[in-house]
């Protein structure tokens, strides 16, 4: 019994010991409030200056995705005519608007890898804007300035554009040129082709005569012409075949279908016109935007580290202050 009573006694006297501790350090830390607050001055005078020199990072943000079929209307209307002969052959609005959306992609990242690569690097970044999809991309550009950070990352995705509508437009008329030049060598073929016939008709026709005259033909033998072979034409007498061949040596060349239907995907190809200021690579979802929070530095964060750490440090020399003086007594 005495001993529980002993041991009470102890903890009530250690708990005091503690309370007393805890109020003797609340008061030597009033009594040292000016120190306190001094150091807590100067640790939010460093933050100030630190705020003030270190650079600020803004990001602006841009969201892009396909671009519309009106944006490549005449790009795809080029590739039809390109393909008049073969539609099945033609590349869909949806292949065209991938085409351009890739190549934009693509160049739009190389140029973020060239910017990361230089003696001062620029923070350029294409992400995926929806997790796991391809499109829309969410573009970043980070600068030392809200109108800075919007203004180049802007500028950036115009150069891209132009530069992506520039390439394929050059692929468009590469590939006009040479529709042109095939269709002017399949109609000069077909020209030649058609000459030599209308050649070897005539030639016919003049042995013909000349075995008529010869013969001393001059009336037409027969009633029906069409069935006389190139060996008989003969007996059509002088006279008919004098005006045959002065009607074969006038008439157009003889060809078909095929020749006219070139000739006039040839007139139509020859005719489109390249509008790359009206065509696009890709659509903004979202604009570049103007940045209302920078990235860093954080003002309010860093103030109240500055006024916890001038706390603490205040704090702790008041307390080391104290303890040097209890200690030499």
Do not use: C
């Amino acid at each position: 019994m005495n001993q529980d009573n002993n041991s009470m006694t102890t903890n009530l006297a250690k708990k005091s010991s503690d309370e007393i501790d805890l109020i003797d350090l609340f008061i030597q830390l009033w009594r040292g409030k000016w120190i306190v607050v001094s150091f807590v001055v100067i640790a939010i005078v460093f933050a100030v200056i630190y705020l003030s020199i270190t650079k600020q990072k803004w990001t602006s943000d841009a969201i892009v995705t396909y671009p519309d079929s009106g944006q490549i209307a005449n790009y795809n209307n080029a590739m039809s005519v390109l393909y008049s002969q073969n539609p099945a052959n033609a590349p869909t609005v949806v292949d065209v608007q991938q085409r351009f959306f890739s190549r934009f992609n693509a160049s739009i990242s190389a140029l973020s890898e060239q910017l990361g690569n230089q003696v001062d690097p620029e923070k350029l970044v294409i992400a995926p804007a929806v997790k796991d999809q391809p499109v829309p991309l969410k573009i970043s550009y980070t600068a030392k300035t809200a109108g800075e950070a919007q203004k180049t990352l802007t500028t950036y995705i115009q150069q891209i554009n132009k530069r992506v509508v520039t390439e394929l437009d050059n692929d468009l008329q590469t590939s006009i040129n040479s529709k042109i030049d095939d269709l002017k060598e399949d109609l000069s073929t077909q020209e030649k082709v058609a000459q030599e016939k209308k050649d070897l008709r005539l030639k016919m026709l003049n042995q013909a005569l000349l075995v008529a005259q010869q013969a001393n033909i001059k009336d037409t033998l027969v009633q029906q012409a069409e069935t006389l072979s190139e060996d008989t034409l003969f007996v059509l007498g002088s006279d008919a075949l004098s005006a045959t061949i002065k009607n074969e040596a006038t008439r157009p060349l003889p060809l078909d279908a095929s020749y006219y239907q070139a000739r006039q995907t040839l007139l139509a190809i020859s005719a489109l016109k390249s509008k790359p200021d009206s065509t696009y690579a890709l659509r903004y979802v979202m604009k570049p935007d103007l940045p209302i929070h920078r990235d860093s530095p954080k003002k309010s964060i860093i103030l109240v580290l500055a006024v916890l750490l001038g706390g603490i440090l205040g704090s702790g020399v008041v307390l080391a202050r104290n303890m040097i003086k209890n200690y030499a007594r």
